[in-house]
């Protein structure tokens, strides 16, 4: 009985011994990620409007911001995520019509201290005066073309009624004497 299951387990130990390695040695090596992994948030600021469409979306109220008026726009001073309570489930990033905020393949979030682990996306003070708009990069805009102006209908001449054959003669007669 004891022969029997060390020769049995000696049999596993050696075909696992030359079958291909699944494993990595994390850190030094590893997996490559799927393109659409959800891994560690990046927020575009220069796209994101401080709508709030993410925060509303989100089931665990894991977003919140902070924005101030500047001019006519709405000006992002704060972006934090909760990312402790986050279900990875990406309903904020579909939410976003700018495409602001979207996921990485870094799946390394962990801190060493509690009070590190919010990840703060933006922090800043918002400017006095509006900012000016990026340039185009030197491109101009098309002009519209102007529209054509609409014409004024053309009068139509009323041909004039010929003279009676009678006066007609008669005036070829004074011109003759
Ligand atoms: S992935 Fe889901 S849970 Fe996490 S912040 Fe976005 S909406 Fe909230
Ligand atoms: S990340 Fe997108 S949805 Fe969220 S506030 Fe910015 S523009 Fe709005």
């Keep these: 009985m004891f022969g029997k299951g060390l020769v049995k387990g000696l049999q596993i130990t050696w075909k696992e011994f030359w079958a291909p390695k699944l494993t990595v040695e994390y850190p030094d ?4 990620m799927p393109e659409r992994f959800h891994g560690k948030f990046v927020l575009d600021v220069d796209k994101c409007i401080a709508c709030g469409l993410c925060v509303n979306a989100c089931p665990n109220r894991v977003i919140s911001l902070n924005k101030q008026k500047v001019g ?5 001073t704060d ?3 909760d990312i402790q309570y986050c279900l990875f489930c990406g309903l904020c990033v ?3 019509n700018k495409g602001a905020i979207h996921f ?11 009070k590190n682990i919010p990840l703060v996306l933006v922090r800043r003070e918002a400017p006095a005066e509006p900012l000016e708009e990026p340039a185009t990069g030197g491109e101009e805009k098309p002009k519209p073309k102007p529209k054509p102006k609409p014409q004024a209908p ?6 004039e009624p010929a003279p009676p ?8 007669g004074k011109e003759g004497q």
Excluded: G, I, R, W
């Design 29 to 32: 090596k590893q997996h490559p």
């Design 104 to 114: 990485t393949q870094d799946f390394n979030m962990n801190q060493y201290f509690y």
């Design 72 to 76: 006519k726009k709405q000006y992002l």
């Design 94 to 96: 579909e939410s976003c």
């Design 154 to 159: 053309k009068e139509e001449k009323v041909a």
């Design 165 to 172: 054959a009678a006066e007609s003669e008669a005036a070829a």
């Design 79 to 81: 972006y934090k995520m």
